[in-house]
Structure formats: C-alpha cells, structure tokens
C-alpha cells in the first residue's frame, strides 16, 4: 500500500509541477508580450529553456530548503497528508487559472500540508513537524513582506532609471528597453525554475524519505529531471488567461516599467533561492513590481477591481486549501491502518 500512495504522490507532484508552469509562464511572458518586446512565441520559448535550467539548477539549494522546512510523519500517514495537500493545491490552482488570477503555489501547498495535519491530528494521528514555523516564514511572510518590498523599491526604481534616460528620445528609449526586456523576461525564467523547482523537488524527496526508500542526505537525480521537464511542459503549454490579467487588466505600463518590475523580480527571486533560501512567489513579486512600477507614472490607470480580487485570492488561499486537505485527509485517514 505505501508504494501505491508514494505513486500517486509522485503522479501528484508532477501535475503540480505542470500547472505551476502552465499557469505562471505569465510571470515571464506577460509584460514582455504586452510592449512588443517580444512575439508570444518567442517569449514563451525562451521562458521554456530558462525555466528548465532554473529547475535543473535547483538540486543545489534544495537540500538547504528541505532540512528548514517540514518534517514528515513516516509511513502512510506523511504520503497520504502530502497526497491531500498537492490534490488541494492543484484544484485551487485550476479554479484560479480558469478565473485568470495570479497566486501563489507554495502558499497553495502549504495551506494544504497544514489542512491535512490538522485533519491527521483529529483522527488521533501525527502532526507535521515544523509545520507552524513553515506556516509564518513561507505563507504569512512572503504574503506581507515580498510584495510590499516590490512594490515599494519597484517605484523608487523609476526615479533613476527615468533620469538616466532623460536625454533619449521617447521611441529610442522604448526601442533599447524593448530589448532589455528580452534578458529580463529570461531571467525572471529563471528565477521561477529556482524558486519554484525546489518546491516540487522537496516534496518528492520528502515522499520518499516518508516510504523508507531515501534518507534524505541527497537529491535523485531523476526527481531534478522529472520537476524540471513538468515545469518545462507546463510552461510550453500554458494559457494566456494570467497573462492578459498581468499585462492588460492590472495596469498599463511601458517597456521601461516593464524591464524595472521583470529585472526587480528576478533579482529578489535570485536572493531568495541562492543567497537566502528563502521561498519567494514569483506571482506575488511580479504582480507588486507591476503595480509599484506602473503607479509612478503621469498617466497611470490601475484597475482596482482587479486588484482587490487578486489580494482576496492572496489571502483566501492558504485557507481554501486547508479546507481541502482536511477532507481529502480524513478521507484517506483509513488507510493509515492497513498493512504496508
């Protein structure tokens, strides 16, 4: 039985994998697609090859991320619980997908590992160990810090790079940013294979370690490639619903907002994987340094509309998920006593 649960938690993990490339190839593509920087083909194609490096990249620093991250109860019970939460994350990120709004995958997953301790817990089971301290440095944090900081420094950015090009000609000043934009989308790539390969890479070596087949010191090779190729599929497939939201709904920006809010995600994702490792939302990011970048500017029309859904989304997630989890938990809570 637990070899059962640990394929379906692998089948799990690669459709998560999936949809977070499918839904957040609109983190690279959108801005750059929207000023004409560059053609949604290519733009997609180079979010492609830089978001399987960034996954492939990751094995380095998921070690380092695992180890401060959560504990699993072994046995049934800790693939069951990751079971309920990936199955969570993925419904919740479908029905946002389908609503064309941007959040957060890892807020998504760990909403749902808390739901399925919670559920473990009242049907007299383990709880996940670290799971709290998780909860507050990657949920409650991020959602409160990484926005706030993008968007703030995403404003003050504009001052100098305006003044920097204050002697240029309007259409030379779209022209050359129109071509930075095509590093910066790479690198926001990039940093959403960083950020985001170690999720699923974690959540893989955490089901094995949790059915007794990997101790935990080392990183398979064959979960680095499986992560980076659903993450690739994902991206090389996605639709365009966040896209639009992020480029033409949120606010109107211009190639030269657009290459600050991209070049600012980037370098915070980069912070966050390989210096800090600390889990940042590449949407989170983004849609802060979109905002930030396009509201200092004459003309600026924010739909607020649009904002508010988003922050609902944003603050909903963790609990909707939770919800989830709970559920699909107790539903699984039987197993728990069958033999291995």
């Known amino acids: 039985m637990t070899t059962a ?3 379906l938690v692998v089948g799990l993990a690669a459709g998560f994998a999936f949809l977070n490339g499918f839904r957040d190839v609109s983190n690279a593509v959108a801005l750059s697609t929207r000023t004409r920087a560059l053609t949604p083909s290519i733009a997609v194609l180079l979010a492609v090859i830089f978001n399987f490096v960034g996954a492939m990249l990751s094995g380095g620093f998921v070690l380092a991320f695992t180890q401060a991250w959560i504990s699993l109860p072994s046995g049934i019970s800790g693939l ?6 990936l199955t969570a994350a993925i419904l919740w990120g479908v029905y946002a997908w389908w609503r064309g709004i941007p959040l957060s995958s890892t ?9 399925a301790g919670l559920a473990s817990i009242s049907v007299g089971g383990n709880f996940i160990d670290g799971v709290d301290s998780a909860l507050v440095g990657q949920v409650v944090l991020p959602l409160l810090v990484s926005p706030l900081v993008a968007f703030v420094a995403a404003y003050l950015l504009v001052w100098p790079v305006t003044w920097a090009a204050r002697y240029a000609q309007p259409s030379v000043i779209n022209r050359r940013f129109r071509r930075a934009q095509a590093v910066s989308s790479a690198a926001v790539a990039f940093g959403h294979g960083l950020q985001d390969g170690q999720r699923t890479t974690a959540v893989l070596l955490l089901a094995l370690v949790a059915a007794g087949l990997d101790s935990g010191d080392d990183v398979p090779f064959w979960i680095l490639f499986l992560t980076a190729i659903m993450l690739t599929a994902g991206t090389l497939f996605g639709g365009w619903r966040i896209s639009h939201t992020l480029g033409h709904k949120l606010i109107r920006v211009d190639p030269q907002r657009g290459f600050i809010a991209q070049t600012l995600t980037s370098v915070m994702l980069f912070v966050g994987a390989i210096g800090l490792h600390f889990p940042l939302s590449t949407t989170h990011t983004l849609t802060a340094s979109v905002l930030g970048a396009g509201t200092n500017q ?16 944003w603050l909903v ?12 938990e107790l539903a699984f809570s039987p197993l728990a006593d069958l033999p291995n």
């Open 298 to 313: 004459r003309f600026h029309v924010v739909n607020r509309r649009v904002v508010r859904r988003i922050l609902l989304f």
């Open 5 to 7: 649960i640990l394929f």
């Open 80 to 85: 069951t619980m990751l079971a309920s939460s």
């Open 107 to 115: 807020n998504s997953l760990m909403g749902g590992l808390v739901g």
């Open 317 to 328: 997630t963790p609990l909707v998920t939770a919800a989830v989890a709970f559920i699909l």
